[in-house]
């Protein structure tokens, strides 16, 4: 990896203009790198740009506070020419060229050299000029931290190390997640000792969800109803709720991860009502073959998690007709064993 970091950082010696970009959805790993890779390319006296396919979300926003990130829709034709007359072109947190959406052709369309930096699996070497790749990182502000301290660790500024430290935090799911290890922690001590408050960080990031958010997670737990001996769980959100509290199918994220969360759970079923349907998430735990089930109600997916969408339907006479399916379902399951 070294001899990358050292011709990598001979193609930035002799680069003028520098844009960086990442994946859609941008995650506090992808917005991370971005700005410590941007503010150390400044220190090396570089013009450098961040574009981005989405806007960052609400949480990340501070990382973002002298408003750099520019959001490629806005300004297309602004945007492509830096993207065509930049020197170099860097890739981070992703190597996948589809994964940057609507910037994949203008990027691929440059004649600028392009370098990845990244942590995942599937990179195509022919897809770019350099780049340091690192299966085993757990994020890619870990793989950063070396290759700026690699050319001088003087240059890792408070700013650089909370940026570092938010791509580490989120991506090892606050060191839980499996290549969370020793060298981890000492980075992450060391970024620390350069100014990062872990404490601030992790207020910033996580303590930060609306309230609407968490009203809507309530009247989704009143909902409940729990099923054969308290195996299933089926939760309901209708549209009114949506309206109660100003939020919309994205916030429904993490809702039927948490009927699994439940001892004794074996199968959860999230009813969703949109204008004209309803969605439905089905989750189970072992050889319950939820995309079969799914299947009844034209859906599909993986063995423990399913999904449908049934057109012009009502939420309570749904979750009738889900009960009395899965009812039949189980009843012919045990059959079979
Ligand atoms: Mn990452």
Known sequence: MDKSFKRIRSEIEKANTIVLTTHLLPDGDAIGSEFALYYYLLKKGKRVYIINHNESPDHLLFLDEDKVIKRFRDDVDGNTKLINEADLLFVVDTNEYSRIKSMSEAVKNSPAKKICVDHHQGLDPNGYFDFISDTESPATSQILYDFICDDNPDFIDKKIADNLYAGIMTDTGSFKYPRTTEKTFLICAEL??????????????????????????????????????????????????????????????????????????????????????????????????????????????????????????????????????????????????
């Not at 004794?264 to 050889?287: H, Q």
């Open 192 to 337: 620390i000792r350069c100014g990062t408050d872990p404490v601030y960080m992790y207020d910033k990031i996580y303590n930060n969800v609306p309230t609407d958010k968490v009203k809507l997670l309530s009247r989704f737990i009143e909902s409940l109803s729990f099923h054969f001996n308290e195996t299933l769980a089926v939760g309901t959100i209708t549209h009114q709720d949506f309206l109660d509290f100003h939020s919309d199918v994205k916030d429904v994220e993490g809702f039927s991860a948490f009927l699994m969360s439940m001892k004794n759970i074996k199968a959860g079923f999230l009813i969703v009502e949109l204008p004209d349907s309803c969605k439905i998430s089905f989750r189970s735990k072992g050889n319950i073959k939820m995309n079969e089930f799914a299947r009844i109600f034209k859906g599909g997916g993986h063995m423990n998690a399913a999904g449908a969408t049934v057109e012009n339907s009502d939420p309570r006479e749904l979750k009738e007709r889900l009960l009395s399916e899965y009812k039949t379902f189980l009843s012919k399951h045990e059959s079979k064993r």
